[in-house]
């Protein structure tokens, strides 16, 4: 029977995509370090390592390739995706974000040269503009992270170009339970868990005004597999609400959700300058056009998500050091 294969399936995306695919009973492979594998349950599994491919023949970092069930089609979800990371190693995210892919690329459609992909790029890779970001819209990161997702597109559509059936997808911001804590909306739900418990104190902040176009992150799996049928039809789309979000009122909102005297600090260690987006909001035209309606959030069920969440995780002992 053929498996949709999952790249970053042992990632905060790749979690939520899995639990989706066992809830309706669809198989699934994944291919990732061979650490991840045993906190995976119900799919295939065989190892890709997306840092090392990028320096070799990537059937030696695929070994088993052939050996896994025939793909239905391939979400790639893998990537150096925190803009912090990226920063502090430009070359790791160069090769996991793109060098990597395309040698995983080539030995998979020499295999399946029909086979669907969803390549997940970023949000990140558009100019920040005042309006809603079409998909023709000038392109300018202003990080690391969002200029090797761009280089990651091209290289996706060079693919398309040679006749794979391809569409890049470019998420903006998407949260909810489980995402790690180095990202804005955990960081801070972990970190007012904290001091909930500590019956208040200062929560150190960077720059608050940015906006964002936050979706929660299964209206993005669900559409995500949505498109995968539809891959090749159109070349990119945004996925993403259209609404955009200034990140203080988002804190301010978690904060309502916690109890004690919580008093919110700028701190000079977490402004990010140059490299944090004024703002980035998409456009859901394509999008809509080609599902028939844009996903929407519910921003008071995803905060009050995110409060349980961080008080549960605290209580398991999660560290907070990367919050």
Not at 104 to 132: D, K, M, T
Request: proline letters at 6%.
């Amino acid at each position: 029977m053929k498996s949709i294969w999952l790249t970053g399936a042992d990632g905060f995306v790749g979690s939520w995509l899995r639990g989706e695919l066992n809830g309706a009973q669809s198989p699934w492979a994944a291919l990732g370090l061979p650490e991840t594998e045993a906190g995976l349950d119900g799919g295939v599994f065989t190892p890709l390592d997306l840092a090392a491919a990028a320096g070799r023949d990537v059937g030696e970092a695929v070994a088993a390739l052939k050996d896994l069930p025939e793909p239905s089609g391939l979400i790639h979800l893998a990537a150096l995706s925190s803009p912090p990371a990226c920063e502090a190693n430009p070359e790791l995210a160069q090769a996991i974000n793109v060098d990597g892919p395309a040698r995983f690329y080539e030995q998979l459609l020499e295999l399946w040269p029909q086979c669907p992909i969803v390549h997940v790029s970023s949000g990140h890779v558009y100019r920040p503009a005042a309006e809603p970001l079409r998909e023709d819209e000038p392109l300018e990161p202003v990080n690391v992270y969002g200029r090797t997702k761009l280089e990651g597109e091209a290289m996706a559509h060079g693919f398309r170009d040679r006749g794979a059936r391809l569409t890049v997808v470019r998420p903006f911001n998407h949260t909810g339970a489980g995402q790690l804590p180095n990202f804005a909306l955990p960081s801070f739900a972990m970190r007012l868990a904290k001091l909930e418990q500590a019956g208040g104190g200062e929560l150190e902040v960077g720059w608050l005004g940015g906006v964002r176009d936050f979706l929660h992150v299964r209206s993005v799996i669900s559409t995500y597999l949505s498109l995968l049928p539809k891959a090749g039809e159109v070349d990119l789309v945004n996925v993403c609400s259209g609404v955009g979000h200034v990140i203080g009122d988002l804190l301010d909102g978690l904060v309502s959700r916690f109890e004690g005297d919580i008093r919110i600090v700028q701190a000079e260690g977490r402004l990010r300058g140059a490299a944090d987006a004024d703002r980035l909001v998409g456009d859901t035209t394509r999008l809509a056009k080609l599902l028939g309606a844009a996903p929407v959030l519910d921003l008071d069920g995803l905060l009050d998500e995110l409060a349980v969440d961080a008080r549960a995780r605290l209580a398991s002992g999660e560290d907070l050091s990367q919050a």
